[in-house]
């Protein structure tokens, strides 16, 4: 939003008719596609629903207004998943990416761990500690490595057979990369990211930002409407 976000229900607009609402919390979220891939998933399925994304600075309040407004749930991204939890009833782990409203009570769902799904790996490189991170920790095994900036740097996925970028930087490697190991980038843009293309170029499987967009949203859209996602149109709206 272009004015500075406010903290009750005057931060969203709906029109108070029949439609269902849901909403991405973050900040920022100007670039996200995850409106443009959620509205084209619900209008093939049929659904009036609507998804926006508001750019906030306190996810417990917005989450609040949400509540108050009658939406049916909402995303959650940088930097707001492990703050959210706060404004949980009920939570899956210390940081979640989804919200489910039911009831008068806020459940909160981790989606993304769906992104690594089907991918087998004994040891993994983790590029981040954010929320990002966290949300993808129940997916990953025990002998994983986190780096980050302020912890641990640079990164060494040596005899790591999973590489993960959990954070928003596109335009870096970051990490030195082999044959046979499967990266998964979790950031997008307008062209691939440094590492998704130096990572083809090594002659690595690839999840991009925008297939690990669709998956974690695929999951999201069936918490809220129990409903099967259509993966093919959210992939080509993401994608085109």
């Known amino acids: ?34 409106p443009r891939m959620q509205n084209a998933a619900f209008a093939a399925r049929g659904l009036d629903w609507h998804y926006t994304a508001h750019d906030v600075d306190d996810p417990i309040s917005a989450v609040a207004a949400l509540c108050e407004l009658g939406y049916a ?24 990416n989804t919200l489910v409203f039911r009831d008068g009570r806020v459940f909160g769902f981790n989606t993304d761990k769906e992104i690594l799904a089907g991918i087998g790996a004994e040891r993994a490189c983790v590029i981040g500690a954010g929320g990002a991170a966290r949300t993808l920790t129940p997916a990953l095994s025990p002998e994983t490595r986190f780096y980050s900036r302020s912890t641990q740097w640079p990164p060494d996925a040596g005899g790591c057979d999973l590489v993960v970028n959990a954070t928003p ?66 992939r080509n709206a993401v994608r085109t």
């Open 73 to 96: 749930g909402a995303n959650v991204t940088i930097p707001h998943k492990q703050a959210v939890v706060a404004a949980c009833d009920e939570a899956e782990g210390d940081a979640v």
């Open 169 to 234: 930087v596109r335009d870096e490697v970051l990490v030195e990369l082999h044959v046979g190991q499967t990266v998964v980038d979790l950031a997008y843009g307008p062209e691939e990211t440094a590492l998704a293309a130096a990572a083809r170029a090594a002659g690595c499987a690839v999840v991009d930002g925008f297939e690990a967009l669709v998956r974690q949203g695929a999951a999201s859209f069936r918490l809220w409407t129990g409903l099967a996602p259509p993966l093919d149109v959210m």
């Open 1 to 34: 939003m272009s004015e500075p976000p406010a903290t009750g229900a005057r931060a969203f607009h709906i029109n108070p008719l029949s439609t269902t609402y849901v909403a991405l919390l973050g900040h920022p979220v100007a670039q996200s596609l995850s």
